[in-house]
């Protein structure tokens, strides 16, 4: 079936610009996590949803972050007012109920703020 | 919380030669190892996984081993091959618990033809 989708896959702004980036799960999929991937590094948490609950915020970096999912769909990653070091893979994954452990990433979206 | 180290962040191998990536972890609660490639541009993709039930997994030319004493685990991969380059991430995760992966740095590995 399809994997995990992510738009746009390459996103070029101006700093103090709003962005908004896409991640559509596997179909059935109860939850979803966003990281960041700065160049040449590891997987940095932001937020993670499970259906209908509370979000888990505990990664986001600044007030300038925000995501939103509405059920068990598609889920919107927005950061307000972008900064240079902003710059970086943002990747969403997504995982079912019964083993969420097991997470499936997209291809990403490469964000660069200039 | 978790904290997980991978070693060695560069390795580069002849084809043919065998790779080894090692990671340690400090909850010893967790319960569940991945392992993923990441290849230029695209997003990691699972390769291998163990739960902390069991000691070792294979398939094909990869395999992991879980020591839990010990808190570490390694991805074995053999009869390397240029397709085998990429960047690979371990990430221990709590069941029950936190319910996130913690990755590793990475370890670029570079399979030389």
């Known amino acids: 079936g399809a994997g995990v989708s992510q738009s746009p896959s390459n996103k070029v702004t101006e700093k103090g610009k709003d962005v908004e980036l896409r991640c559509d799960p596997i179909s059935g999929h109860t939850a979803l996590y966003w990281y960041r991937q700065r160049l040449g590094q590891g997987l940095e948490f932001l937020i993670y949803?499970?259906?209908?609950?509370?979000?888990?915020k505990s990664g986001l970096p600044s007030d300038r972050f925000s995501a939103e999912r509405t059920g068990e769909s598609v889920s919107t990653l927005t950061i307000q007012r972008t900064q240079q070091e902003d710059s970086a893979v943002y990747l969403c994954a997504s995982s079912s109920r019964e083993y969420q452990e097991t997470q499936y990433f997209g291809p990403g979206t490469r964000l660069l703020v200039l | 919380g978790e904290n997980v180290e991978q070693h060695p962040s560069t390795l580069s191998v002849q084809e043919g030669d065998s790779a080894v990536i090692k990671c340690t972890y400090s909850?010893?609660?967790?319960?569940?190892f991945p392992w993923y490639k990441q290849e230029l541009g695209k997003g990691p993709q699972l390769i291998i996984d163990?739960?902390?039930?069991?000691g070792e997994k294979k398939d094909q030319r990869i395999a992991v081993t879980l020591n839990k004493t010990a808190k570490h685990f390694s991805l074995h991969i053999t009869e390397t091959q240029p397709e085998d380059s990429a960047v690979y991430f371990c990430a221990a995760y709590l069941r029950g618990g936190s319910e996130k992966l913690v990755f590793g740095k990475g370890t670029k590995l570079t399979v030389n033809p």
């Open positions: 163990i739960r902390s039930n069991v």
């Open positions: 949803f499970q259906g209908n609950s509370a979000p888990d």
């Open positions: 909850d010893s609660a967790s319960n569940y």
